[in-house]
């Protein structure tokens, strides 16, 4: 009985975080270590992958992480 509560509580947490978060501006800029302003500035230029829906900006964590990955290995 004990492996089928794991499973569903396994299954519980899956669905509960999804795959791709999307991040707005100010959690991105605390995932980041920035400020928002400078943050702002950033998705503005287009440095940043992101979108901007009405006046908010959105950002999916996946595509963050990848920009990251690329950054790093430009400086390597």
């Known amino acids: 009985m004990q492996g089928v509560d ?6 519980e947490l899956r669905m509960a975080k ?3 978060t999307v991040l707005t501006i ?5 995932y980041l270590k920035l400020l928002k ?3 702002y500035h950033l998705a503005r230029r287009g440095d940043v992958p992101g979108q901007k829906i009405g006046r908010h ?3 999916h964590k996946a595509a963050i992480d990848r920009w990251l990955g ?6 390597g």
């Not at 794991?6 to 299954?11: G, M, N, R, S, Y």
């Not at 100010?26 to 605390?30: K, Q, T």
């Not at 690329?70 to 400086?75: F, S």
Request: with cysteine; aromatic share 8%.
């Open 26 to 30: 100010g959690e991105l800029a605390e």
């Open 6 to 11: 794991i499973a569903l509580c396994e299954k």
């Open 18 to 20: 999804p795959q791709d």
């Open 70 to 75: 690329q950054k790093r290995e430009q400086k």
């Open 57 to 59: 900006w959105r950002f």
């Open 37 to 39: 302003s400078t943050l």
